[in-house]
Structure formats: C-alpha cells, structure tokens
C-alpha cells in the first residue's frame, strides 16, 4: 500500500466519521468535529491525488495550495 491509498484510506475514515456525527441527535451534535474531520479528509484526498501522480507537495500545505497544485495537475 502506498502513501496515497493511506491517505485515501484516512480520508474515508475521517468522511464517514464526519457524517456519523452529523447523524446524531441535534443536541449531541459536535458541529466543530465535523468540521474537523471534513477538512481533514479533504486535505487528505487532495494530497493523495497529488502522490498518486508521483508528484510532491508543496509546503507550507494548506487546503488551498492543495487544490492550486491539484489544478496545476488537471483544470
């Protein structure tokens, strides 16, 4: 398994964690872990994608020089 499946892997995790979350009843809803665990799988896929193209990230990450560099890759 590589680095990209891992992160893809953790992102799907963190996802569903988010969404199980927002399942729950309104007054046991912790709205900042969602929001958490949402950012977090999104900066997960948008580095996989990055490492699945055989391609470093750049620093300082950030989820939008995660998503400036997905497009330098594919508009």
Known sequence: M???DIL???????????EHEQDRASEDVVTHLICTNSRQSLSNYLAGYILRRQIPVHHPV????????CKS???
């Open 2 to 4: 590589d680095r990209s």
């Open 73 to 75: 890759l594919d508009a």
């Open 8 to 18: 893809f892997s953790q992102a799907n995790e963190l996802l569903t964690a988010a």
């Open 62 to 69: 950030s989820l939008y020089s995660l998503l400036e560099q």
